[in-house]
């Protein structure tokens, strides 16, 4: 059977490390591979923490992301099947913004490499580093929505600007359809009154763009990928997997499917 209907490409992002942006990825991915939907992920991150989180040794693998942007090589080629399809990432990606940096449409590699395989899937998923080089612009570049996910504490809100300032600049340039789909909060202890006061500050500068979803703390999030696992694998039931399937549902119901 034909496929046309192609990939939405969903980047998640923010130059802050540690907000869950790998987690996220990967625990919404399988919550969309749950509910039928064939998923790519996508580890742009020279640290290879989405690759590893499916239970993949980053350091054991001949041909990764690193080949496909510098290379051309087809990325079916680094495609492995696990929960989701993912396309891994290991540290020789540290190298390759450099690589490309002489490229020719340095800033389109990974949207080309989409191409042969955009009708294969509903949805493609791309971790980012944290940084807002030429990784994550080749990311931006390539997808339609950008989902941020933010630690609910006030420093965290600075950055946004930062990411927003460089949003403006990829739809000015390089991809003008490219459109924030919602800010997650994560790490969130709802305990406290710090975590609720900075949701009220998300929420008075991004108002409905904050997604109603809210991802709480909770121990199962490092555990689940020591054993190469979505939380939804890993506790089925729990808490932790029940707020990604809330998330993937939120997310539906913007009509991105
Ligand atoms: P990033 O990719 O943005 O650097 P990660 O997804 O790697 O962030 O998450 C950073 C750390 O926080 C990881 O050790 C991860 O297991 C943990 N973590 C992520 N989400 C949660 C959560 N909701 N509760 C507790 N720990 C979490
Ligand atoms: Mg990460």
Known sequence: MQNTAKAKVIVFANQKGGVAKTTTTLNLAVAFAEKGYRVLCVDMDPQGNLTMSQGIDPDGLSESMF?????????????RKREIDIACASIDLAGAEIA???KIGRERSLEKAFRPIIHDYDFICIDTPPSLGLLTINALTAASKVIVPVQCEYLSMRGLIQLQNTLHMIRENLNPDVEIEGILPTLMDSRTLHAKEAIEILEENFGDRVFASRIKKTVRFAEAPVKGMSVLKYE???????????LAKEVLSHGIR
């Open 100 to 102: 490309m940096s002489m």
């Open 67 to 79: 080949d496909v942007l510098v290379h051309d090589l087809p990325i079916v080629n680094v495609i």
């Open 236 to 246: 089925p039931d729990g808490m932790a997997a029940r707020s990604y399937r809330d």
